[in-house]
């Protein structure tokens, strides 16, 4: 039997401190399953030494199947992770946050549930609530609720940076995606539901790194990310 041919997509930009870690934990868990696969880095013009520590593993690493895309200036999350997109041959092709705050030992559970009969499997993210994760559960929840009431449409946390996906239906609505940054993970989950292909979301855990930065504004994103909701409904609404 032909083994499955699987592509991992990991967006990078400024994961200096965590790089290295998270790397072999997902080395870890792939090495365990029965999966051909290629992993491609897309880095994001890093302002720290993020690109120097993929070059040195594709060098040293004379065992896995690595390859990477670098940008010469930063595109945004939507663009790099499209661009792996356009790049991987994998039956079925997940991208994860390299960060790992969802653990790598979900993607056997993901991969078969995409071989299961689903075009796109993302993770519904379970917070380990205290002070530190409590202004990102509010924000997350608050943005799940936002999205579906102006859309009007019935999907999950569509922003967590785990998701898979069957490259054959789900392939033709990436390419027509547009946005280039953060809203991406509206915009494709979106196009994937009113495209009518099926969607599966499975609770995983989510564990704030210590040691990362994080990058959330409450109030600036609020107000961008509510700007673009409107946008994407009236495009929505010209396409009918």
Request: proline content about 3%.
């Amino acid at each position: 039997m032909k083994k499955l041919d699987l592509s991992l997509i990991l967006a990078c930009y400024n994961e200096k401190q965590i790089f290295e870690k998270s790397i072999k934990e997902i080395f870890k868990c792939l090495d365990d399953t029965p999966y051909n696969f290629e992993i491609i880095f897309v880095e994001d013009a890093s302002k720290d030494k993020t690109k120097t520590l993929i070059k040195n593993l594709l060098k040293k690493d004379k065992i896995h199947n690595l390859r990477a895309i670098f940008h010469s200036k930063n595109q945004g999350r939507g663009k790099s992770v499209k661009d792996g997109f356009l790049e991987a041959q994998g039956e079925v092709i997940g991208y994860i946050d390299i960060d790992l705050e969802t653990p790598a030992h979900y993607i056997p559970i993901f991969v078969k549930k995409v071989l299961n009969g689903y075009d796109v499997v993302c993770a519904d993210r379970i917070y380990h609530f205290n002070l530190d994760s409590a202004v990102r559960w509010f924000s997350s929840k608050g943005y799940n609720w936002l999205r579906n009431a102006i859309l009007k449409l019935p999907l999950g946390d569509t922003e967590a940076g785990y998701k898979f996906f069957l490259r054959k239906t789900t392939l033709p609505v990436i390419k027509k995606t547009k946005e280039n940054h953060w809203f991406w993970d509206t915009e494709i989950m979106t196009l994937v539901y009113l495209s009518g292909l099926k969607i599966a979301y499975i609770p995983t855990v989510f564990i704030k790194k210590k040691e990362k930065t994080s990058t959330v504004k409450v109030l600036p994103d609020t107000v961008d990310y509510l700007k673009k909701l409107l946008c994407f409904r009236h495009s929505l609404a010209l396409k009918k």
